[in-house]
């Protein structure tokens, strides 16, 4: 009980910190910096412990892909509100709610309905979570969405970035699984590090992006 108002609180402060971030670009910039200097120090971590003593130059690389493909993640979400591009915000917003809904839902089914696990990767993860993620992700996406976009591409970009939000989730999972770590790091209470909280939007916004430059 006590993990869970940890969790809670946390979310709530994040929310804060979004709702804040996003009427204010100095702030927004400091807070995308702060982020993109964690989850880069949180990859550092677990790549370490995974490739530093097996190859070096596969560790460098990695780190260097990652620092590049970080740096671009965080500088376009900046560039979406400083040149105030009404249908990229809408992308912004749309991707966050997909991923949050996805979330929650696979949390809430998983719990309640149980059954068999998705995979050995994530001990956590079950269909019952993966259906209640796509569930959640179509309701959500609904309310908050239909007066801005067809009700045929809100199915199809919460079906496809919910997939990716997930499949990100699990690509983590197996890092440090790899890595033998439980959470990436313990910067945010009740989550652990930004990259456990993170994980799925990091994949997702990318992917969620060239979709809807494509449809």
């Given amino acids: 009980m006590a993990e869970l108002s ?8 994040l929310f804060l910190t979004l709702y804040i971030a996003i009427s204010n670009l100095y702030i927004m910039g400091s807070v995308l910096i702060i982020c993109f200097i964690q989850v880069f120090y949180e990859f550092h971590l677990i790549l370490k412990k995974i490739f530093f003593k097996k190859s070096l130059i596969n560790f460098y690389l990695m780190l260097l892909f990652l620092l590049v493909y970080l740096f671009f993640f965080h500088f376009k979400i900046f560039s979406i509100f400083y040149t105030d591009n009404y249908n990229q915000k ?4 749309f991707v966050i709610t997909i991923c949050i809904s996805s979330d929650i839902g696979g949390y809430i089914f998983g719990k309640i309905f149980k059954g068999k696990k998705l995979s050995k990767i994530s001990p956590n993860k079950t269909y019952s979570g993966l259906i209640g993620s796509y569930i959640f992700s179509l309701i959500f996406s609904n309310i908050f969405f239909f007066e801005y976009l067809s009700i045929n591409n809100i199915i199809i970009f919460s079906l496809v970035i ?15 699984r790899k890595a033998k770590i439980k959470d990436t790091a313990n910067f945010l209470p009740g989550h652990g590090g930004l990259l456990d909280r993170f994980d799925g939007l990091i994949f997702a916004f990318p992917g969620g992006f060239l979709i809807f430059n494509t449809i």
């Fill in 6 to 13: 940890k969790r809670i609180i946390t979310s709530l402060f």
């Fill in 90 to 93: 809408i992308l912004f917003y």
């Fill in 162 to 176: 919910s997939s990716i939000s997930q499949a990100g989730d699990l690509c983590i999972s197996f890092l440090k």
